[in-house]
């Protein structure tokens, strides 16, 4: 079964200063992972993605997180925080294969707040 | 990306009645997916559907209660049957299983009350 652990259920950080959201995962397999951003009454929007190409991903809004196996973590960065990043991130693995294939499973979320 | 969109975008609802949800893709996909997202927690899987087959449920989730159709492969429904307070949660669909697309794709969700 694969699993992902969200560090911190909430994060707050000035304007301007470094965003680090953190993730780590279980996976039987070589995994797909995954970071969404869900803004308050919205659906989920993809920042990024791991697929086993290069280790460090690179996303919207100026995001990007870095695939580390023997940590089994994928941590979402963001040099300088801006008002507009304040929203719930998730983070998410996704089966390779078996009954449950294409199945995400996903982190509990961490709601970042942005001060000004 | 795929173009996803829900109906409807919101409801009340009374205890006991049922609610058909849709969901439509702007192009053809293989595997739908319904997710149920419960106030102030994380995502769940609901049940996978795949056109011209029954919907794959998740553990915890019943066709009983949470009937799916996929009669083409651009929409799909879920309906929340007998509803009760406790169903109030945010559903959403998403899709994938394109060739080399390995993300999902969500579509705005369908916010649900029940009283």
């Known amino acids: 079964a694969q699993s992902v652990t969200q560090l911190g259920s909430h994060v707050s950080v000035s304007e301007g200063a470094l965003v680090l959201l953190r993730c780590n995962y279980s996976?039987?397999?070589?995994?797909?992972l995954f970071w969404y951003v869900q803004y308050p009454n919205q659906g989920l929007q993809l920042l990024l993605k791991y697929t086993s190409a290069a280790t460090l991903v690179k996303g919207i809004n100026g995001f990007e997180a870095e695939f580390k196996k023997s940590e089994t973590s994928f941590h979402l960065t963001k040099p300088s925080a801006h008002m507009s990043d304040a929203a719930e991130y998730f983070c998410?693995?996704?089966?390779?294969?078996?009954?449950?294939?294409?199945?995400?499973?996903f982190g509990q979320g961490t709601i970042l707040t942005v001060h000004p | 990306s795929a173009v996803i969109s829900q109906k409807p975008s919101r409801d009340i609802c009374q205890r006991g009645t049922s609610l058909t949800i849709q969901c439509q893709v702007d192009s053809q996909v293989t595997m739908m997916f319904w997710y149920r997202q419960q106030p102030g927690q994380s995502l769940t899987l609901i049940a996978t559907?795949?056109?011209?087959?029954?919907?794959?449920?998740e553990s915890g989730f019943v066709i009983d209660k949470f009937p799916i159709s996929r009669p083409n492969l651009t929409f799909s429904t879920l309906t929340v049957s007998n509803m009760s307070p406790e169903d109030s949660s945010i559903y959403l669909c998403?899709?994938?299983?394109?060739?080399?697309?390995?993300?999902?794709?969500f579509g705005p969700g369908t916010r649900l009350t029940v009283t």
């Open positions: 996976s039987s397999v070589p995994p797909y």
């Open positions: 998410a693995v996704r089966n390779a294969g078996g009954t449950s294939y294409g199945k995400l499973t």
């Open positions: 559907a795949n056109q011209g087959s029954e919907a794959t449920y």
């Open positions: 998403s899709v994938g299983g394109r060739q080399g697309v390995h993300e999902q794709y």
